[in-house]
């Protein structure tokens, strides 16, 4: 069965640069989930996207921006990079909003390793 | 703060016998409990899930219980075997007005002596 793909895997920046972060929703999925995950820690909810308006917020900084296209993927802009931006990205989608809403049927990619230096 | 509060960190149990993971919550507005499983290098995958209105959910080897006067749930894996290593967060949502805003907890790493 298809999967969240999220590209690149692994990217590797420095400090101030910029990253770009993509995530392909599996098909017929139309919302989309943005967290991060630093070293030994919980997922941390950064976004999320309902048909390419964005339907929640969390603690993503200003830094970072995302949206979500016509064809339901996503992409995830991050700027200025910091030291402490090193996480693992993961993206997530759910076949609708309800779903994703009431059941917390969340489909997780692989995830994007970011490791800024 | 963490509004989910998971433990143990580490569980290390021999194969065949019970893991138990054991989380606590405060924010009454969470009305999901879904338990995620995270192998290494790989996202988090949807295990078992249950709502407050039932204090028990079994699907084969995993049960969750949940307290709801208490605000607590747990994990139980009965029978356990050394593929069952992995992260276990537990989570929260409050469905009515987060979409899809997990809130985990800090996670338990499960390991499994064969």
């Known amino acids: 069965a298809a999967g969240v793909i999220q590209s690149p895997r692994h990217l590797i920046k420095e400090k101030r640069e910029t990253a770009t972060l993509k995530c392909y929703p599996i098909?017929?999925?139309?919302?989309v989930y943005w967290y991060q995950q630093g070293p030994g820690q919980d997922p941390q909810f950064l976004i999320s996207f309902y048909e390419k308006m964005q339907s929640d917020k969390g603690s993503i900084p200003d830094r970072f921006s995302a949206q979500q296209f016509s064809d339901y993927h996503s992409e995830l802009n991050m700027s200025s990079l910091e030291l402490g931006d090193s996480a693992l990205y993961f993206c997530a989608s759910s076949p609708d909003l309800v779903a994703g809403a009431i059941t917390g049927e969340l489909f997780f990619g692989e995830g994007s390793r970011l490791t800024v230096l | 703060q963490q509004q989910v509060k998971q433990s143990p960190q580490s569980l290390i149990v021999q194969k065949g016998g019970i893991s138990i993971i054991n989380c606590a919550y405060e924010?009454?507005?969470?009305?999901?409990f879904p338990w995620y499983q995270q192998f290494p290098g790989k996202g988090p995958a949807l295990l078992i899930a249950i709502r407050p209105d039932v204090s028990e959910k079994k699907e084969g080897r995993f049960t969750i219980s949940f307290n709801k006067s208490a605000k607590q749930f747990s994990l139980h894996i009965m029978d356990s075997q050394p593929g069952d290593s992995a992260t276990y967060f537990c989570a929260a949502l409050a469905g009515g007005t987060s979409y899809g805003k997990l809130t985990f907890g800090q996670g338990t790493i499960l390991t499994v002596h064969p």
């Open positions: 924010n009454t507005a969470f009305d999901y």
């Open positions: 098909p017929r999925h139309d919302t």
